[in-house]
Every structure is written in C-alpha cells, then in structure tokens.
C-alpha cells in the first residue's frame, strides 16, 4: 500500500456476512476507525491498491461493533460479486474517516420526522434511529421502505423494537412494488411511495400531516426516487435542506459517488 492510500485506508477484517434473502445481504466489519455519527458512510476497497472504492453508510449505531454494511449483489457487478464471497476473517480495507453529512445535527427542529427509503438506503436510518437523538427531538416518527419484494423488508426485530418501545410515536409504513400483496400481508401497501404522497394516503395511513410547517423529511436510496419524491415535496413547500439556507429536505447524495449504482 501506497503511502497516500495508507492515510486513507486501514486494514480491517470480516466478521461474518449474513444473507436476508439471495441477493441481499449485510457485510460485518472490524477495523479501528475514526468514530463516526448515525448517518455517515465511509468506502471499503478490496485489495490493498484500493483502486476500486464503494461508499457504504453504516447500519450499526456507533456505540456498537462490529460495523455493519447492507449491500445487494448486483448481476455482473465487480464489487458486490467480489463482496458477497468474503469470509470470516478476510480482509478488507475500510476508509479511516467516515463522511456524509446525512447526520441529524443537519436537519432543523420538526414535530415530525420522515424517513423515506428504497432498498438498501434502509440501512442509514436503521443507524440513526438506533441512537436517542432521533426520539429526543421529534414527537413522531414515520419510518418508510420501499422493496421490490417482502423477502426485502428485512431486520423486522428493530421495527418491532421500536413499535415495542415507541407505540404512539413510531409509525412503520412497508411498502412493496413487484409483488401482488394479499390483505395485510406484513402491513405492506403495493403503490410506489410517490404515489402515497400525491394520493394523500400516506397521511391518511398515519394520521399526520406532511407539511413545512410540521415536518422535517430525510430521503435515501434510488435516485429516482429521491428526485420525483424531493419534487412533490417541493411542491407542498418543503425546502432542500442547505447549511446556508435550512429547510425539510435532507438527502443522501453518497449514491452519485458509484454510477454503477454501488456494483
């Protein structure tokens, strides 16, 4: 390794991967990195060049080891068909500093919190709201995670923690795009999240009311998603949230980082 990369990079170490569903897993990494905040990402790199980097946010709060990263195994990618074949104790290299400014110390003051999330975006808010700050400084919480299939919604036992924990305050709204739901099938809807939005049924579901005076939004995943959902926000007059000019759109730009959509 290279000088240069050896300011960058650290040797870390497999823990164990787990697979939710053929496709779809999370990656356990041990290595002594800079403390980082709920919200914030980092890179991991495959070999000790570190020529090839994919940013990944961390799924672990931080009072907790090992990290944790979720990923999906694209089809002919070069990183996650790599990725998905670590073992216990393989290497790995992990970026010594995190990054992101997806962090709640962003985002202003709201009665409401909106999480909105596709696939693998689910991650970083399962960070964030492992942390007290989130139920410190909102009164509700909306938690949004939209899948292609049900084998998707993946680590339920947070959900269920938090409806546990937080029954008047935390609402869980599943939603599942390529399959034909039955009734009540794991409380699942089938509309894209957009959709829920322009039909007025997200609120309906909830019984809360997104607006600029009520709410704060935070939205990762698909950029698809965050542009079409960001634009019906705007609408309804939610801001992007900039440091110079706060508003109620936070988002996750990590994504623009990997045009191979984190292959």
Known sequence: MNSKIAERFILGKVIAQKEWR??????????????????????????????????????????????????????????????????????IYIAKRPSGRFVLSSVPDATILWLFATGTGFG??????????????????VLVHSVQNTLSLTHQHLVQLWQHQYPERFYWMPVVTGENLSDGQRG????????????GELENQTGLSLSAQT?????????????????????????????????????????????KNNA
């Open 22 to 91: 053929l496709g779809l897993n999370s990656l356990y990494v041990d290595a002594a990195i800079e403390p980082f905040v709920a919200g914030q990402f980092t890179q991991l790199a495959l070999d000790e060049d570190c020529h090839v980097l994919r940013p990944y946010s961390f799924v672990n709060p931080p009072s907790e080891s090992p990290f944790e990263f979720y990923y999906s195994l694209v089809p002919g990618g070069y990183f996650s068909s790599r990725l998905v074949k670590l073992k216990p104790h393989d290497p």
């Open 124 to 141: 970083v808010f399962l960070s964030i709201l492992q942390t007290q700050q989130p139920w410190l400084r909102f009164q509700k919480i």
């Open 215 to 259: 709410s704060q939004t935070m939205l990762c995943g698909n950029p698809a998603m965050i542009h079409d959902l960001s634009e019906l926000l705007k609408l309804r007059g939610l801001l992007v949230n900039h440091v110079k000019q706060p508003g109620q759109i936070t988002i996750e730009n990590y994504w623009k980082l990997d045009n």
């Open 188 to 199: 699942a809807v089938s509309k894209r999240i957009t959709h829920l939005l322009a039909s």
